[in-house]
T-cell receptor, first 111, second 115 residues
Framework: GEDVEQSLFLSVREGDSSVINCTYT??????LYWYKQEPGAGLQLLTY?????DMKQDQRLTVLLNKKDKHLSLRIADTQTGDSAIYFC???????????FGIGTKLQVIP | KAGVTQTPRYLIKTRGQQVTLSCSPI?????VSWYQQTPGQGLQFLFE???????NKGNFPGRFSGRQFSNSRSEMNVSTLELGDSALYLC??????????????FGQGTRLTVV
């Protein structure tokens, strides 16, 4: 089955850029997502990219996809303390709504 | 329109007991998926229901089961609870199977603690 890996922890200073990385194994993945989870909350879809795209920008968020290396990244520009959360990379493979999630990267923003 | 509603939000059970969690999808959504979230394993897919039928299943023991009603509300049941079942259980609703998660929405989850 699909395997999605991401680092566990990232610490950045307020105002800097954050880059959260993710690798996956299934080359037939169609949609790739980034979710944000704040303490005590469910998952919020932040952004996503189709597998036929290399890059998607959405305000402070930039998603880069390298299909050859099966590598996905999320860049948050001008990181704010409100961005502190756990970020999940998720990959949609196959016809049914079976999405494989990474373990989540905890982003700590230092004021 | 109302979001995905999961009840209860918090639950404490003892080992050996069973538990039932509920998920009401967004109006008009007919597919409900369940996930287990633990610190060590991250988010793991449990199962998906559509039109009262289980369409997809993750790698969990038979103690984990679910069902879906004609109004698309879904319940999941865990029998003979173990300490390791302590987790946040999330459900996601979407229009139907195969719908990308761009159109799937998550509830806030039920935090289950087994003591």
């Amino acid at each position: 089955g699909e395997d999605v890996e991401q680092s566990l922890f990232l610490s950045v200073r307020e105002g800097d850029s954050s880059v959260i990385n993710c690798t996956y194994t299934d080359s037939s993945s169609t949609y790739l997502y980034w979710y944000k989870q704040e303490p005590g909350a469910g998952l919020q879809l932040l952004t996503y990219i189709f597998s036929n795209m290399d890059m998607k920008q959405d305000q402070r968020l930039t998603v880069l996809l390298n299909k050859k290396d099966k590598h996905l990244s999320l860049r948050i520009a001008d990181t704010q303390t409100g961005d502190s959360a756990i970020y999940f990379c998720a990959v949609h493979s196959g016809g049914y709504q079976k999405v494989t999630f990474g373990i989540g990267t905890k982003l700590q923003v230092i004021p | 329109k109302a979001g995905v509603t999961q009840t209860p939000r918090y639950l404490i059970k003892t080992r050996g007991q069973q538990v039932t969690l509920s998920c009401s999808p967004i109006s008009g959504h007919r597919s409900v998926s369940w996930y287990q979230q633990t610190p060590g394993q991250g988010l793991q897919f449990l199962f998906e229901y559509f039109s009262e039928t289980q369409r997809n299943k993750g790698n969990f023991p038979g103690r984990f089961s679910g069902r879906q009603f004609s109004n698309s509300r879904s319940e999941m049941n865990v029998s003979t609870l173990e300490l390791g079942d302590s987790a946040l259980y999330l459900c996601a609703s979407s229009l139907g199977p195969g719908t990308p998660n761009t159109e799937a929405f998550f509830g806030q989850g039920t935090r289950l603690t087994v003591v």
